[in-house]
């Protein structure tokens, strides 16, 4: 039996060896408020939002340090035309098959069974080695959610990587 990636640790020594401070895990205080689905699963849209640093061919790579862009993609994209980068995980098995950091054919599927409605017209993606936790709450998280709401999604799907 393999034993699980003990990824806290691993993180935290990728960043020393960078030559960063310890890294700070964010807490946040406060909980997120419940919010229960409006209308059951098969009647949503459904979007995509991925931190494995996964883009399109033909779309410009995320860069290593504090890159708070994001990348559009559709979601009727072929998986063979999906590339990664990003500093902090092992991406051979990204590489090999982007599901396991960007499930769309999971996703394209449930939507063939009728388990979800639809999904939105593209997903998102970005690298989650952003260092500050302010950038990402007053940048990207703003700039995502927007994006979710241009495309009408019910519900999101987080990956983290």
């Known amino acids: 039996m393999s ?3 003990e990824y806290m640790t691993r993180i935290t020594d990728n960043y ?9 895990w964010v807490k946040n205080a406060d909980r997120p408020p419940w919010q229960p689905l409006e209308k059951p699963l098969s009647q949503c849209r459904v979007g995509l939002i991925a931190s ?6 033909g779309q410009v790579a995320f860069h290593f340090k504090d890159d708070t862009s994001f990348r559009a993609i559709p979601t009727d994209v072929k998986t063979a035309d999906l590339r990664t980068a990003h500093f902090a995980y092992d991406q051979t098995d990204a590489r090999r098959d982007p599901n396991v950091v960007f499930p769309i054919e999971p996703l394209r599927r449930l939507v063939k069974e009728g388990v979800l409605g639809s999904l939105t017209a593209h997903a998102f993606t970005f690298m989650g080695g952003v260092y500050s936790y302010r950038r990402v709450v007053e940048e990207l998280a703003p700039k995502l959610l927007e994006r979710l709401i241009a495309e009408q999604a019910d519900v999101a799907l987080l990956v983290p990587v």
């Not at 494995?52 to 061919?57: D, E, F, L, P, R």
């Open 3 to 5: 034993h699980p990636v």
């Open 16 to 24: 020393a060896k960078l030559g960063y401070k310890a890294y700070q």
């Open 52 to 57: 494995g640093g996964i883009y399109a061919s």
